[in-house]
Structure formats: C-alpha cells, structure tokens
C-alpha cells in the first residue's frame, strides 16, 4: 500500500503514514498503487542533467470521482427505497382491501389478520379492534346459548358498550339467578325461592320460562302451609285469609271452609260468675237487615255478658244492677267464633249515651235499647265510636 501523500510503501492496514503523518485513506492508497511508477535513470556522463521538477499541484480528480460514486450509492439507495415504498403500498392495499371483503361477508377471523399485518395504514388498527370485538361477541352468544352464563357473563361485561353486550350482561344475570331459584324450587326452599323469583323481570325476560308459574305455587303453598298451622293453632280468622284466596290448590277451599263457624243461637253466650244477678231486662233490637249482632257488656274491666243475636231477631238479658260499656259487633259476613268474631270485615263499635260512654241500668226495671238508632228509651241519644276488634 502507498501514501497518497508523500508516495511512500507503507504496510496494509495502517491508518496513518508514518513518514508524512498523513491519515491514510484506503480507497486513495489503492489508486496510488494501482498508477504505473517511472524509472529513474542516471544521466550519461555527456548528457547535462536535467534540471529538478517544479513541486506539481496535487491532482483533484480523485476526490471528484470518490464523490461521484457517493452520490451515485445515494441515488440508488433512495431510488430503490421509493420503489420498495411503492411496492410496500401496493401490497398494503391489496391486503386492506381483501380484508375489507372478509370483514363485509363478516369472516372476522380472516379480516383480523388481513388488518394485524397491516399495521398504521389507513385505519387498520381500528378495524382490527372491531373485528376482535366481533369474534369476541360471537364467542359470548354461544356460551349463553349452551348455558355457560358466569364465563357469558364475564366475557360480555370485557365488551361493554358492543352491540347489545349491556342487554346480554342484564339477560345473563337474570339466568343466573332464576338458575338459583330453581334449583331452591326443586329443594322446596319456598321462600327462598320466592324472595328470588319476586325480583327477576318474569314479564320482560323470556328466558325465565317457568319463573312465573314457580312463583305463584311459592306464594300458594306459602300461604297455604301459614293457613294450615293457623288453623291448627285454633286462629280461625286469621287461617281463613290465607286460605281462601287459594281456591283450588290443593284442599285449600275445604281447609278455608271449616274456619267458618255457625253463629250462636240468639241469647246470652256467656255470663260472668262474679255477677249472677238479673235484677235488670234489658230487650235489643238490632236493625231488621243489619246482620247479625254480637254484644259485650262491660262494668268497669270486667265483662259481665255476652249476647248474640242473629240478622231480622231481637234478644231479651237480665243483667245485674250497675253502670254499663256497651260494645256492639255486627256484620253480614261469615262468623269466626267468639275470639275473632267477624275478623276484619265486621263492624266494631262502642254505644255512647249522650256525652257518656255507659249507660246505669236501674232495679226492677225493664228497658228496650234499640241498635244504631237516634234514641234510647230514656229519651238519651244513642250514637258510636268506632272500636277496634283487638280491644273490644
């Protein structure tokens, strides 16, 4: 290798000459040793010796060739780098548009790779996404359709906001838990069950295909079996209201039915041993079409006599002497003993005398109250408060 510089060989691979100290550049050196070297002769004795060569200037045409090569690698570095962005492009949209026809005939699985290879172009990306959101969605429907509704579930709560994931998330709720009424349905776990049906949405949900008919045998046999221990328990009344709207279920009517009693034969049914005298008639005449009539008469807490008088009949009581609550029960409807009377559909009232709530019957006398009219046979008037049945 030779110095481009001072012509001295120097040895391959040096950087700099040791001679010149020049940086040695290996493309020059190479040039330099490829020019062809003159030969020295010696001059003859009668020749006259040349004279010594004037320093040449250094030649430049080196350089400009190195820097037409460079520019001529630069050229087609860029001239290849917009042919492979124009082949790039080409084969983008190629891909674009064959993954636009897949996601058309909605081949997701398809699109979605067209549009993962081609990254930032055009909106791609966004596509991709769709498309994931699609397979995703698919995937959902056929779980809930097998009946996996917790992996359905979670897989449409990830796709909030898609298509109808959000009606999907509510439908696979409500699966969820009609799933567990029914299996407390079938442990007959009436209650529980109950409580979870009355929550579902029976009317707008048509997955819940036996919720409604569930529902009503809870709530039937519920009422039922709450009838059944009332009426067990001697509550006859109270049995009787949770009988009755049963109807047909099971012996419902028939149990409802024996809750009803006969109303006792006009005359006192009970009679205090404390108070035995009958110093004192008194005659009750009820309305003629007010109904049977069930009378308490009460000296101070104490009650001294019962009277029951059935609807269109009068009654005649021989009390003791003394000052008298009276209270007044009466209905048209069904009698459920002396404890619950007409239960809530009668009527309860305590008899007024003027501004007084009792009345002072007398010795050796005999007197006539008339029930729910404007006097007594004092001349007093007669009115009513109402009474409540726990206290009468």
């Not at 003159?38 to 040349?50: A, G, M, N, Q």
């Not at 999907?168 to 407390?184: D, F, G, R, S």
Request: proline share 4%.
């Amino acid at each position: 290798m030779i110095c481009p510089s001072c012509g001295n060989q120097l040895e391959d691979g040096l950087k700099f000459c040791p001679h010149c100290g020049e940086k040695i550049d290996p493309i020059e050196a190479m040039i330099k040793e490829s020019e062809p070297t003159r030969s020295v002769e010696t001059p003859k004795e009668d020749e006259p010796v040349p004279a010594p060569a004037q320093p040449a200037e250094k030649d430049s045409s080196g350089n400009k060739k190195r820097i037409a090569i460079a520019v001529g690698i630069i050229a087609a570095v860029i001239i290849a780098l917009f042919a492979g962005r124009a082949i790039l492009n080409k084969m983008h949209e190629k891909t674009y548009k064959e993954a636009n026809k897949a996601y058309a005939t909605q081949k997701y699985e398809e699109a979605l790779k067209g549009y993962n290879k081609l990254g930032d172009y055009e909106d791609a990306k966004s596509r991709a996404k769709t498309c994931q959101q699609w397979i995703d969605y698919k995937a959902a429907i056929k779980l809930m359709d097998k009946g996996s509704y917790e992996e359905a579930l979670k897989a449409f709560k990830s796709l909030r906001g898609f298509q109808d994931s959000d009606t999907q998330i509510t439908h696979c709720e409500n699966m969820i838990e009609y799933e567990k009424a029914e299996k407390l349905f079938e442990e007959e776990k009436w209650a529980e069950a109950r409580d979870i049906y009355n929550k579902l949405p029976i009317s707008e949900d048509e997955g819940l295909k036996d919720a409604a008919e569930h529902l009503k045998y809870c709530n039937n046999i519920i009422a039922y079996n709450e009838g059944a221990q009332l009426l067990k328990d001697k509550k006859l009344y109270e049995a009787y209201t949770k009988l009755s709207p049963l109807g047909d279920f099971k012996d419902a009517k028939a149990l409802a039915d024996s809750c009803v009693q006969a109303f006792p034969a006009t005359g006192e049914t009970y009679r205090n041993e404390k108070y035995p005298s009958k110093a004192v008639q008194l005659k009750i005449v009820p309305p003629s079409n007010g109904g049977a009539n069930y009378l308490k008469f009460y000296t101070g807490s104490d009650l001294v006599s019962c009277v029951a008088i059935a609807n269109g009949s009068t009654a005649t009581v021989s009390l003791p002497v003394g000052t008298y609550t009276i209270k007044d029960a009466y209905s048209t409807g069904p009698w459920f003993g002396e404890t619950e009377m007409f239960g809530d559909k009668g009527t309860y009232i305590k008899l007024t005398n003027g501004s007084s709530d009792t009345f002072t019957l007398q010795a050796n006398m005999i007197y006539t109250l008339t029930l729910r009219s404007s006097t007594a046979t004092t001349g007093d008037s007669v009115g009513s408060k109402s009474e409540n049945r726990s206290s009468f």
